[in-house]
């Protein structure tokens, strides 16, 4: 089974600041099945990137997924209030197929 | 628009069972793989299940394999999930989720949330 680990657990920043978020991987893992979800309280996760850096529709481009084998990357270039979540990194790949990172919350400093 | 809407969460004793729903519009079943995916508070989101678009392919983690059981009824455009003998460790809240192109999960439903408990 393929882990995820996300780094770091909780990024305490600014409005208007950057943020990058880290999901690495224990195996390799192909780029285009790695996708980002953000999830605010009481809600569903909502689809992010997709194939490791392509934008999901309606996402701002503020938003952008790099990496590639074990190590990947999301960045949102300028945190605007509504940005403020947690974030999960997500692959499909060998059994059991689809695995979660345990997250990385987006507080507000 | 695309609508997942789950239904049939509820509280249960241990070795219980329930059957959990998930209603699509706005797009057909029949198009698409779809899955099971539970979040709770100890495990975090966590893949549960998934079928093919017709049902004739399916797969479990290995936590609900034996217990739970996937299924389709396209000319219903429904998803549902089986759930017998139930544990403790299944409560969470379970979404329904379509697979997009590059197996990432595009569109999800709200959310019901099932609590085993005596």
């Known amino acids: 089974e393929i882990v995820l680990t996300q780094s770091p657990g909780t990024l305490s920043l600014s409005p208007g600041e950057r943020a990058t978020l880290s999901c690495r991987a224990s195996q390799s893992v192909s780029s285009s099945y790695l996708a980002w979800y953000q999830q605010k309280p009481g809600q569903a996760p909502r689809l992010l990137m997709y194939g490791a850096s392509i934008r999901a529709n309606g996402i701002p481009d503020r938003f952008s997924g790099s990496g590639s084998g074990t190590d990947f990357t999301l960045t949102i270039s300028r945190l605007e209030p509504e940005d403020f979540a947690v974030y999960y990194c997500q692959q499909y790949g060998s059994s059991p197929g689809w695995t979660f990172g345990q997250g990385t919350k987006v507080e507000i400093k | 628009e695309v609508q997942l809407v789950e239904s049939g969460g509820g509280l249960v004793q241990p070795g219980g069972s329930l059957r959990l729903s998930c209603a699509a519009s706005g797009f057909s079943l029949s198009n698409y793989w779809m899955h099971w995916v539970r979040q709770s508070p100890e495990k975090g989101l966590v893949w549960v299940s998934h079928?093919?678009?017709?049902?004739?392919?399916?797969s479990y983690a290995d936590s609900v394999k034996g217990r739970f059981t996937i299924s389709r009824d396209n000319a219903k455009n429904t998803l549902y999930l089986q759930m017998n003998s139930l544990r403790a460790e299944d409560t969470a809240v379970y979404y329904c989720?379509?697979?997009?192109?590059?197996?990432?999960?595009?569109?999800w439903g709200q959310g019901t949330l099932v609590t085993v408990s005596s």
């Open positions: 079928t093919n678009s017709d049902g004739s392919g399916t």
């Open positions: 989720a379509r697979t997009g192109g590059y197996f990432e999960f595009d569109n």
